[in-house]
């Protein structure tokens, strides 16, 4: 079994900062890309940020200049920095993850944490 688990979401106003952090456990081989995602209500789930094993990132427009992404890979464990938020950076923050388990070493599947709420408001 392999779990994601989010924490550091919150209520924070316009221009302030949080950091998110996802930790991946259980009977892990190996892990490739984690990334993280965001959904508000009435729309579609979009990327925010990902990192792959080597560290190349990708962001999304929004968050560009503003969200950083890291990943211990030692601790199994991505972050997401997040400064200057806006209100429209309201939303769930999911974490995901392209994972090998160990009963199947060369069979990689798409993971996701349950989910962490960011407010942005005054």
């Known amino acids: 079994q392999v779990q994601l688990v989010e924490s550091g979401g919150g209520l924070v106003q316009p221009g302030g900062s949080l950091r998110l952090s996802c930790a991946a456990s259980g009977s892990i081989f190996s892990i490739n890309a984690m990334g993280w995602f965001r959904q508000a209500p009435g729309k579609q789930r979009e990327l925010v940020a990902a990192i792959t094993n080597r560290g190349s990132t990708n962001y999304g427009d929004s968050v560009k200049g503003r969200f950083t992404i890291s990943r211990d890979n030692g601790k199994n464990t991505v972050y997401l920095q997040m400064n200057n938020l806006k209100p429209e950076d309201t939303a769930v923050y999911y974490c995901?993850?392209?994972?090998?388990?160990?009963?199947?070493?060369?069979?990689?599947?798409?993971?996701w944490g349950q989910g962490t709420q960011v407010t942005v408001s005054s």
């Open positions: 995901n993850a392209l994972i090998t388990k160990l009963a199947t070493p060369t069979v990689p599947a798409n993971y």
